[in-house]
C-alpha cells in the first residue's frame, strides 16, 4: 500500500521556538494532504488541508500564521508551528491522498509528537 | 459540514465476545465511510471501509454495516482477542465533495478485550 513518512516522530522544543514537520508520500503522488492534531484520548483535529501550488485552506480556530503550511510538490508538505508554546504540544499527524473518481482512501503518516517546554 | 457521532467511548468485553460500535452522521451526501484502529502513539490504520452502494462488508472477523436512510453505520468485531484492544474511530466523507475532501471523524471507543 501507499507509504506516507513524517518528520521528526518527536519533537521537544523551548517556548517560542519555530519547529518544522514534514510530510512525504513516499511512492505516490498526493494531490491533497492534510493535517491534523491529536490531544491525549480525543479524536483527531483537522487543522488544514495542503493542496499542492496553492495556499492551504485552514479550519475555523487555527491561526494560519502560527501554523505555517507549505506543500511545495506533490510528495512534500511541510507543517512549521511558529513561536510554539506549551498549549502547542499535540501529536501532529498529517495523511495523503489522490483523490480521482470514487477513490478517496487517505494513508497516514506516522505522526510527530511535539512537545514545547 | 457533516458531524460523526461515536457510541461508545469505551468499552470492555471478555476474549471471545464480539464488540460492536456505532456512529451516525448528519450528511446524506457523505457516501464513504472508514474505520481506523489507532494504538497508542501510533498512526491511524484502516482496518476497512464502506461505500454507499452497499449495507454490508465483512472481513474475517470484522465487518461494518451502513444504513443509508437512518445515516448510521456500525462496526462489529467478532472472537475478539486482546490484540483488538485500541482506539477506533469511524470518519465520513463525500468523496465527490470538491470543496472539502476531508474525513471528518468521530470522537473514538476504546477498546478493552479482558484476556
Known amino acids: 500500500g501507499a507509504v506516507v513518512s513524517q518528520h521528526p516522530s518527536w519533537v521537544i522544543c523551548k517556548s517560542g521556538t519555530s519547529v518544522k514537520i514534514e510530510c512525504r508520500s513516499l511512492?505516490?503522488?498526493?494531490?491533497?494532504m492534510f493535517w491534523y492534531r491529536q490531544f491525549p484520548k480525543q479524536s483527531l483535529m483537522l487543522m488544514a488541508t495542503?493542496?499542492?501550488?496553492?495556499?492551504?485552506?485552514?479550519e475555523q480556530g487555527v491561526e494560519k500564521d502560527k501554523f505555517l503550511i507549505n506543500h511545495a510538490s506533490l510528495t512534500l508538505s511541510t507543517l512549521t508551528v511558529t513561536s510554539a508554546h506549551p498549549e502547542d504540544s499535540s501529536f501532529y499527524i498529517c495523511?495523503?491522498?489522490?483523490?480521482?473518481?470514487?477513490?478517496?482512501?487517505?494513508?497516514f503518516g506516522p505522526g510527530t509528537r511535539l512537545t514545547v517546554l | 459540514g457533516e458531524n460523526v457521532e461515536q457510541h461508545p467511548s469505551t468499552l470492555s468485553v471478555q476474549e471471545g465476545d464480539s464488540a460492536v460500535i456505532k456512529c451516525t452522521y448528519s450528511?446524506?451526501?457523505?457516501?464513504?465511510f472508514p474505520w481506523y484502529k489507532q494504538e497508542l502513539g501510533k498512526r491511524p490504520q484502516l482496518i476497512i471501509d464502506?461505500?454507499?452502494?452497499?449495507g454490508e462488508k465483512k472481513d474475517q472477523r470484522i465487518a461494518v454495516t451502513l444504513n443509508k436512510t437512518a445515516k448510521h453505520f456500525s462496526l462489529h468485531i467478532t472472537e475478539t482477542q486482546p490484540e483488538d484492544s485500541a482506539v477506533y474511530f469511524c470518519?465520513?466523507?463525500?468523496?465527490?465533495?470538491?470543496?472539502?475532501?476531508?474525513?471528518?471523524f468521530g470522537s473514538g471507543t476504546r477498546l478493552q478485550v479482558q484476556p
Open positions: 495523511s495523503a491522498g489522490v483523490l480521482a473518481g470514487g477513490n478517496n482512501e487517505q494513508f
Open positions: 511512492d505516490f503522488q498526493a494531490t491533497t
Open positions: 495542503s493542496n499542492e501550488g496553492s495556499k492551504a485552506t485552514y
Open positions: 450528511d446524506s451526501a457523505s457516501n464513504y
Open positions: 464502506i461505500r454507499s452502494n452497499v
Open positions: 470518519a465520513a466523507i463525500h468523496s465527490m465533495d470538491t470543496g472539502r475532501r476531508a474525513l471528518t
